[in-house]
């Protein structure tokens, strides 16, 4: 059984930043951000691999954010900066018995509840 929790989230300043946490139990691999608004699909933020050597990025936060974990401590990080009013989601993590980093929501196969980011103006 595997347990993923983010948290991290929170309100935000245009230009700040915040690092979301993904603490997680239980056998799993590559791992992933995710976020979504209401009433729009989920969407990809970050991948990283099992190993942590390959991590990819959405277009939107490439060069804003960084992906990161921690095998030893179980936990998978996302540091935001310059965040902008267009970041607010909920930012869900993400767990894949893939090996591979992947961006494909369908990859996934363990999903947190999401921590809420909201980012004014």
């Known amino acids: 059984q595997v347990q993923l929790v983010e948290s991290g989230g929170g309100l935000v300043q245009a230009g700040g930043s915040l690092r979301l946490s993904c603490a997680g139990s239980?056998?799993?691999?590559?791992m992933g951000w995710f976020r979504q608004v209401p009433e729009k699909e989920r969407e990809f933020v970050a991948a990283?691999?099992?190993?942590?050597?390959?991590?990819y990025y959405a277009d939107l936060v490439k060069g804003r954010s960084t992906i990161s974990r921690d095998n030893a401590k179980n936990t998978m990080y996302l540091q935001m900066n310059s965040l902008k009013p267009e970041d607010t989601a909920i930012y869900y993590c993400?767990?894949?018995?893939?090996?591979?980093?992947?961006?494909?929501?369908?990859?996934?196969?363990?999903w947190g509840q999401g921590t809420q980011v909201t980012v004014s103006a």
């Open positions: 993400a767990a894949s018995f893939q090996r591979i980093a992947v961006k494909a929501l369908s990859e996934y196969n363990y």
């Open positions: 990283i691999s099992w190993s942590g050597g390959t991590t």
């Open positions: 239980g056998r799993y691999y590559a």
